[in-house]
């Protein structure tokens, strides 16, 4: 009998996550963020998972990698020109007050430091000169921090190269933010005037808790079950529909079960806490979407761009099988709990996707990572199953390539769409200490300057699918001091 209940007055008190905008091209009235504000520099940061299973997928990364400077070799025939900081970091941040095997506590592993060169880098592999993140700029000429002999893809093929040893209990969100927090180890990795995106490459979903849980102690099996990733990990930082259920109110929503699901649960979402035993995920919704002036990670929070190779939400399904079943073998069911066998027989999380042809790409459920990922006003997700991540990468170029300030629309929504079919919403926007003041443009008509328009722009044809992007026309006058501009599009059906 396991301790810990639910209540649903609790859960109907505290269960709602900050809402999260769903895809981009998932809705036809959502708006597109489009950055007019223009960066030269951006700091790219990717969370790499380094617990078991994980090689595979670090492999395809690595190999795509090469995808993300096709956009910026173009933008370079346009005299456009980026400054890189690109830095890794790993899942492993260690596993509460007591840690767990393979896992320190927590902070423990890697603690969200850079990692100049991954444990796994081949022998000859070299650190970036000076600091633990490529510097790089694409303008010709440009100084760089590249070891002697050690181009680009290699320096990252180095730094990436972070194994299949560390913590089981992934803590993507806590690392991140402790990466993009500290001062010391990753001095100068994040700049206050450069473009922000954190690309999240992982196959489980978020664990990420405080320091002091007990969730992940070995000899707790009779208060949160089996020391596995479904019991310790999933199961109290997820709450769901009950089995056979395929709707429920806000009231009925409780902890998976410790049992046979009996088939995929629905509405799934991240936990609040308490009763969860997880960070709450508006934690780092707050850290990615507020200004910095109320405790985010930029002073607008248009600047940052979350991507996700991770798998997808749903189905979420328990069944009982062995959890030492071995990495990208399928789960074979057994019939009933049975902690003491050998194998055991216990609940186990089944996998959302499974590659058919390369057993080895799998994931799980990636509820509370996919529910902040899409929190951020630029965002994409796409599946670790693949068998290739060069798409991923380069739509994550593309995404980068629309910080520039360039207006390209980048976005699949606007793939089939002419100029006149795009409606937007473009703000000038002054920020003072105590108020925002918020002045809308209207569209061009004739001589509304100041005004927007959507057009065919030559610079976006590298960015752009169709090369078309949004114009503000202020008949040649400057903008306003200490204003910025807000704009989102969409397209007419």
Known sequence: MR??????????????????????????????????NGHDKVDLLFLIDNSNSMESMQTILQDSFYEFFQPFEDL?????FVDFHIGVVTSDYGSGATGAPGCDQSPGGQQ??????????????????????????????????????????????????????????????????????????????????????????????DASAPPDTDVFDKRETMKYGYEDSYSRQTRFAVICCPPGKASCTDAELTFPPYDNSQGPLAGCRP??????????????????????????????PNDVILYAIDAPESPFQVIFSNPGTPAGQAYAECPALNESANPPCVPVLQHSCHNPTRPELFGDPAVRLNTVVRAA????????????????????????????????????????????????????????????????LLRCTG???????????????????QGIGLTIDRGGMPMAADTHVRAGCTARR
């Open 76 to 80: 370079q025939k346009k005299q456009m």
């Open 377 to 440: 006003p630029t965002h994409r997700i796409w599946s670790i199953c693949e068998e290739d991540y060069s798409v991923a990468i380069r739509q994550l170029a593309l995404m980068v390539a629309s910080q520039l300030g360039t207006g390209c629309l980048t976005d699949a929504i606007f793939t089939a769409a002419r100029p006149d079919d795009i409606d937007c919403k473009v703000s000038d926007v002054k920020e003072d200490p105590d108020r925002e003041t918020v002045t809308d």
């Open 112 to 205: 969200g430091i850079l990692q100049a060169v991954g444990v796994k880098a081949a022998r000859d592999c070299k650190a970036p000169v000076g600091a633990r993140f490529i510097q790089y700029g694409t303008r010709p000429g440009a100084p760089n921090n590249l070891p002697p002999g050690q181009d680009l893809a290699d320096t990252f093929t180095c730094m990436a190269s972070n194994g299949a040893n560390g913590c089981g209990f992934e803590h993507q969100l806590e690392s991140v933010r402790a990466a993009l927090l500290n001062t010391s180890e990753n001095a100068g990795f994040l700049r206050p005037d450069a473009a922000l995106a954190v690309a999240f490459l992982t196959n489980e979903d």
């Open 447 to 465: 001589n509304n300057v100041p005004c927007w328009r959507v057009e065919n722009k030559d610079v976006c044809s590298g960015i752009s699918q």
């Open 271 to 300: 936990a609040p806490n308490p009763p969860g035993q997880q960070y709450e995920v508006k934690r780092y919704i707050d850290f990615f979407t507020l200004p910095a002036a109320k405790g985010g990670i930029k002073a607008d």
């Open 3 to 36: 301790t810990l209940l639910l209540s649903g007055a609790l859960l109907l008190a505290s269960c709602g996550p900050p809402s999260a905008q769903p895809d981009a091209g998932a809705t036809q009235a959502a708006l597109v963020p489009v950055n007019m």
